[in-house]
């Protein structure tokens, strides 16, 4: 069983930054793939990026490609997403998620573990 919490979401204007944090309960977070997805107000929820064990490879989609990081701390149990160049379309709730085993890391229903989510609103 694992327990994620989002924290860092928030206001910014276009352009800026932040910084989305999921910490994790549990002592076995270095066994999970983490990954970040978002869900806009009458929209899909949408995969954003992930991360492997160690955090040696990194997967985006194409439209946060070269503006966001997504970064893990197993020390720390912590997976973070530090978000650049932020857009209005950017908006929405971003929620951290836990992956074990298999499955494609792409895909919302591969995961077993799901946080609260932190709101992200981005104005123009």
């Known amino acids: 069983q694992v327990q994620l919490v989002e924290s860092g979401g928030g206001l910014v204007q276009a352009g800026g930054s932040l910084r989305v944090s999921c910490a994790a309960s549990g002592r076995t977070f270095s066994s999970y793939r983490m990954g970040w997805f978002r869900q806009a107000p009458g929209k899909e929820r949408e995969f954003v990026a992930a991360i492997t064990l160690s955090g040696a490879t990194t997967y985006y989609t194409d439209s946060v490609k070269g503006r966001f990081t997504i970064s893990r701390d197993n020390a720390k149990n912590t997976v973070y997403l530090q978000m650049n160049s932020l857009k209005p379309e950017d908006t929405a709730v971003y929620s951290c998620?836990?992956?074990?085993?298999?499955?494609?890391?792409?895909?919302?229903?591969?995961?077993?573990?799901w946080g609260q989510g932190t709101q992200v609103t981005v104005s123009s």
């Open positions: 998620a836990a992956l074990s085993g298999v499955g494609s890391v792409y895909l919302d229903y591969s995961y077993q573990y």
